[in-house]
């Protein structure tokens, strides 16, 4: 469970990372599918909670995963995997429902998809089935 959880939480915040670093230098992001991902990551969601950056909320979210999943692994955990669970498993739920909704403004407002967006989705959807499997 936990080695799932580190390698789709740093998968996540890498995407998450690229995002904010073409963001924050004006670059261009180039899509795998041949369309506009500048489109969905400048739009008017791309800061939906608290004006936060979505990129920024997925590098943190992303990291915490990663974090709490690498620290039990190791057995550096003082608490152990299964206090840990039930609060991973909240958080990781308002991940996942906050990705469906980002993918339905994709399909549906703006009707424009970002690769990157749609791997970042995916990993807090696969993340927070992994936890839920835990339980």
Known sequence: MN???VLFALGGLAVSSYIYSKKRRHERLVCLMHKNCDTVVHSRYSALLFGIPNEVLGMI?????????VTVLLGFSSIGIFQLVPALVVIGGVAAGFSVVLIFIQAKILREWCDYCLISAAASIIIFLVELASV
């Open 61 to 69: 979210y992303f990291g915490l995963v990663a974090v709490v999943a």
């Open 3 to 5: 080695v799932l959880l």
